[in-house]
């Protein structure tokens, strides 16, 4: 079999066993599976992967760097291959134009100035799919905005013309237990609805936590080596 056809196939499997994996936390949890949205993050692997992924039905993809999703995106859309991308890493305002060219959801708004840039850069693009980021432990220099803030971020996102607040994302923080991260997040999650009830998306869970992040009410989980394996990255 050519190289080419094995990774496929590796994908393939892959694909279905992580899909497997989170219905079987859905119902491990009470929920119906197509309650959670599987979103495959191809960071550091090529835009072959990410083709392949996209033919084999998976239609949401996460990057976390800009440098590699705007031309990762544009060569996807080349071969005619238009997935949702989420931008799920920090970012930077200087940045906003570009990610506005791609992205349909960016999971990591956590700060006024963000949402301006994002904002202005939406209107000359389409609207975007906006999910506050939340810094649990209150350690912001890692990203998120600090749960006393989030009412204020809620209305200056709910206010802008070209962004969509859906949500509310966050990382467990380091020595958390993951169960105790996600009940944080979904209570942060009803803060946010007092300020738009559509908000109802929860960004929660990565390779390590999904399980508990599901259990937790998450409506998106964000996997990657599940699929894409532990295979050499791209340079």
């Given at each position: ?35 959670v949205?599987?979103?495959v993050?191809?960071?550091?692997f ?10 084999l ?29 989420h ?19 960016v ?10 840039a994002?904002d ?8 975007i ?6 810094s ?19 209305d ?80």
């Amino acid at each position: 079999m050519a190289p080419d056809a094995r990774r496929r196939e590796q994908l393939r499997d892959n694909l279905a066993r992580a899909r497997d994996a989170v219905a079987s936390a859905c119902r491990e949890a009470g929920r119906e599976p197509e309650t959670v949205r599987l979103i495959v993050v191809t960071k550091h692997f090529p835009a072959d992967d990410a083709a392949a992924l996209v033919e084999l039905g998976q239609s949401d993809l996460g990057e976390n760097r800009d440098q590699e999703a705007a031309p990762k995106a544009a060569e996807l859309a080349g071969r005619g291959l238009e997935p949702a991308w989420h931008f799920v890493g920090q970012l930077q305002r200087n940045k906003a134009r570009s990610v506005a060219g791609y992205a349909d959801w960016v999971h990591s708004v956590d700060r006024v100035r963000l949402v301006e840039a994002l904002d202005r850069a939406a209107a000359a693009e389409r609207p975007i799919n906006a999910l506050l980021q939340v810094s649990l432990d209150g350690d912001t220099s890692r990203g998120g905005a600090a749960i006393g803030d989030l009412p204020a971020l809620a209305d200056k996102v709910a206010e802008a013309s070209s962004l969509r607040l859906r949500g509310v994302m966050a990382v467990a923080p380091l020595g958390w237990a993951p169960s105790k991260a996600f009940d944080l997040l979904a209570k942060c999650s009803e803060r946010v609805r007092t300020v738009e009830p559509a908000a109802t998306e929860i960004s929660a869970g990565m390779s390590g936590d999904f399980a508990a992040a599901v259990a937790a009410g998450a409506t998106m989980v964000r996997l990657g080596r599940n699929v894409l394996g532990e295979r050499e990255p791209m340079a």
